[in-house]
């Protein structure tokens, strides 16, 4: 039994979107990485985007991740802004270099996109060519981005996934048991098999963690207006200033539950705005895991040790998703990325607060329960509504589900395999329109009432 790596679920990349950002961007790196090795000497480059990154594509910035990867940008080295020049740079010189060639390329007119959604294999598909003169296709490379920055063909064809079968929750806790070790415990035994030491291990997931907390910072001492046609405040840090000055401010609910509901909305704000985040599962809900472990850190006064334990317990939560079902919104929904990630925290709070094994299921179960059905409609094709808010009620929900765990002794009804295999037939059965295309729910209505 085989998990995906802990850091092929948390990444760090750019936002707004995982799958129509940070993986079309990685596709076209690796489309620069072939012509790069293959050399050939001249040929117009094109590019086509499909389905649901054709319909959400413009904003969600898919063809701008598409330019700067062409042109070798690194979404894990380099922020928002090198993207935005690197496409306004490409635009002006109308072609991209690589290697000792300049291949011409008008963002503009050679990014097609195709919206059909009803012929395709995987709703975020897009290829890369590059035509000669005479029309003639010299190389093609097509790819899939199936969420969570992870891409299918050109180099990255091969699954990670060994042949000994799909992962289940419930093998994962049986094992566990077994061997009396806990969920971080197998994790690192899994990244020790692929000859990823411990102290390795923790460095990377220290820099993701910094790459968590930074984002929350900057959510929470950011203003002005997120980018896009809604127009839409950055209110973290409005919020969080004015419960700090004034405790009544904090309403209805705890300080700690308020508190985990601003940090998700301030990474939300922070991803929305295209800027640094890690996948948890994905960029659209990358509030939700460091919202919880942020608040539980700080509210318990947790050693980062046990932070980033946390880290690798949500991750195998989310590989177990990946390799049974799905994390895009494109193919079952935000069921998959917002109430995934709710999952994730909520098991990673389970051993923040030392719970058992059979408590983390628990809670991952209750929480991806409560989001089966959850429709993606993303307003104006943006990140931005229902998606900001969405990853705090998810956040919240998380404290939720962990609390009810760690009320009981583990044991309950529905497996967290069963919720799984419940959101994979949720999402097959959903319409289209639901499902990151920006064509029904919210995203049909709301635009008509916003200024
Ligand atoms: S609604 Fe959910 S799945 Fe859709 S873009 Fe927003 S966060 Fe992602």
Same mark, same amino acid.
């Given at each position: 039994m085989r998990l995906p790596s802990p850091f092929s679920i948390l990444k760090i990349g750019i936002g707004p979107s995982s799958s129509h950002t940070l993986g079309p961007c990685l596709a076209a790196l690796d489309f620069r990485r072939r012509l790069d090795e293959l050399k050939p000497p001249e040929g117009r480059l094109k590019v086509r985007l499909t389905g649901s990154l054709a319909l959400t594509g413009r904003g969600?910035?898919?063809?701008?991740?598409?330019?700067?990867?062409?042109?070798g940008f690194d979404p894990e080295e380099e922020g928002r802004e090198t993207v935005r020049s690197v496409h306004k740079e490409v635009t002006r010189l109308g072609r991209v270099t690589i290697g000792a060639h300049g291949y011409p390329f008008s963002p503009e007119k050679d990014i097609v996109f195709d919206t059909d959604v009803q012929s395709l294999a995987h709703p975020n598909t897009l290829a890369f060519s590059l035509v000669d003169a005479n029309g003639r296709v010299v190389l093609e490379e097509t790819y899939q981005s199936v969420g969570g920055g992870r891409i299918l063909g050109g180099s990255m064809a091969t699954p990670e996934q060994g042949g000994d079968g799909k992962p289940s929750m419930n093998a994962i806790v049986d094992l566990c048991l077994n061997e009396s070790m806990d969920l971080s415990a197998f994790a690192l035994r899994h990244l020790a098999a692929d000859g990823v030491s411990e102290a390795d291990a923790f460095?990377?997931?220290?820099?993701?963690?910094?790459?968590?907390?930074?984002?929350?910072?900057?959510?929470?001492?950011?203003?002005?207006?997120?980018?896009?046609p809604l127009m839409l405040e950055r209110r973290?840090?409005?919020?969080?200033?004015?419960?700090?000055?004034?405790?009544?401010?904090?309403?209805?609910?705890?300080?700690?539950?308020?508190?985990?509901?601003?940090?998700a909305i301030a990474v939300a704000e922070e991803n929305a705005a295209g800027g640094r985040v890690v996948t948890a599962p994905t960029c659209g809900s990358a509030g939700v895991v460091p919202a919880v472990l942020t608040m539980l850190k700080e509210r318990f006064r947790l050693p980062e040790r046990k932070v980033l334990e946390a880290l690798l317990v949500s991750s195998v939560v989310?590989?177990?998703? %990946?390799?049974?079902?799905?994390?895009? /919104? &494109?193919?079952?929904? $935000?069921?998959g990325e917002v109430g995934v990630a709710s999952a994730m925290a909520a098991a990673a709070a389970v051993h923040c607060l030392d719970g058992s094994v059979p408590q983390a299921e628990a809670a991952a179960e209750t929480a991806l329960e409560h989001h089966l059905g959850l429709t993606c409609d993303p307003v104006g094709g943006l990140v931005q509504i229902p998606c900001i808010e969405r990853n705090a009620v998810g956040a919240v929900t998380a404290l939720n589900a962990a609390n009810i765990a760690l009320m009981g002794s583990g044991k309950h009804h529905i497996s967290f395999?069963?919720? %799984?295999?419940?959101?994979?037939?949720? /999402? &097959?059965?959903?319409? $289209?329109?639901?499902?990151?295309?920006?064509t029904g729910g919210l995203a049909a209505l709301a635009p008509k009432r916003i200024p």
């Amino acid at each position: 039994m085989r998990l995906p790596s802990p850091f092929s679920i948390l990444k760090i990349g750019i936002g707004p979107s995982s799958s129509h950002t940070l993986g079309p961007c990685l596709a076209a790196l690796d489309f620069r990485r072939r012509l790069d090795e293959l050399k050939p000497p001249e040929g117009r480059l094109k590019v086509r985007l499909t389905g649901s990154l054709a319909l959400t594509g413009r904003g969600h910035l898919t063809d701008l991740a598409v330019t700067a990867g062409l042109a070798g940008f690194d979404p894990e080295e380099e922020g928002r802004e090198t993207v935005r020049s690197v496409h306004k740079e490409v635009t002006r010189l109308g072609r991209v270099t690589i290697g000792a060639h300049g291949y011409p390329f008008s963002p503009e007119k050679d990014i097609v996109f195709d919206t059909d959604v009803q012929s395709l294999a995987h709703p975020n598909t897009l290829a890369f060519s590059l035509v000669d003169a005479n029309g003639r296709v010299v190389l093609e490379e097509t790819y899939q981005s199936v969420g969570g920055g992870r891409i299918l063909g050109g180099s990255m064809a091969t699954p990670e996934q060994g042949g000994d079968g799909k992962p289940s929750m419930n093998a994962i806790v049986d094992l566990c048991l077994n061997e009396s070790m806990d969920l971080s415990a197998f994790a690192l035994r899994h990244l020790a098999a692929d000859g990823v030491s411990e102290a390795d291990a923790f460095e990377r997931l220290h820099a993701l963690w910094e790459v968590m907390s930074n984002a929350v910072d900057r959510g929470l001492n950011a203003e002005g207006l997120l980018p896009g046609p809604l127009m839409l405040e950055r209110r973290a840090g409005e919020m969080f200033e004015s419960c700090q000055k004034n405790i009544r401010h904090y309403g209805i609910l705890s300080r700690d539950v308020t508190d985990t509901a601003l940090y998700a909305i301030a990474v939300a704000e922070e991803n929305a705005a295209g800027g640094r985040v890690v996948t948890a599962p994905t960029c659209g809900s990358a509030g939700v895991v460091p919202a919880v472990l942020t608040m539980l850190k700080e509210r318990f006064r947790l050693p980062e040790r046990k932070v980033l334990e946390a880290l690798l317990v949500s991750s195998v939560v989310g590989g177990v998703v %990946v390799e049974n079902a799905s994390i895009a /919104g &494109a193919e079952v929904g $935000c069921q998959g990325e917002v109430g995934v990630a709710s999952a994730m925290a909520a098991a990673a709070a389970v051993h923040c607060l030392d719970g058992s094994v059979p408590q983390a299921e628990a809670a991952a179960e209750t929480a991806l329960e409560h989001h089966l059905g959850l429709t993606c409609d993303p307003v104006g094709g943006l990140v931005q509504i229902p998606c900001i808010e969405r990853n705090a009620v998810g956040a919240v929900t998380a404290l939720n589900a962990a609390n009810i765990a760690l009320m009981g002794s583990g044991k309950h009804h529905i497996s967290f395999d069963a919720a %799984v295999a419940a959101m994979k037939q949720v /999402g &097959a059965d959903m319409s $289209c329109k639901y499902k990151e295309t920006a064509t029904g729910g919210l995203a049909a209505l709301a635009p008509k009432r916003i200024p």
